[in-house]
């Protein structure tokens, strides 16, 4: 199976098509790696990426 990720948010999305953070269906099925984020506010890694939610987020998303 193809994990998806969504351009915008770089939101790992295993089902569907759109993302479900932004609505956007802008995805992409090209990239590398990823972060899982437990908890947003002590999360320096989110801090970085501009991550709003938890989540699993890719650290590479190619256009
Ligand atoms: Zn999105």
Do not use: Q
Not at 30 to 40: D, S
């Amino acid at each position: 199976m193809e994990e998806k990720v969504c351009k915008n948010c770089k939101i790992i999305i295993s089902h569907g098509t759109i993302c479900p953070i932004c609505g956007s269906d802008d995805l992409t099925s090209r990239w590398g790696g990823y972060v899982i984020v437990l908890n947003i506010e002590k999360s320096e890694i989110a801090k970085k990426l501009d991550l709003k939610l938890n989540g699993v987020f890719a650290l590479n998303v190619k256009e």
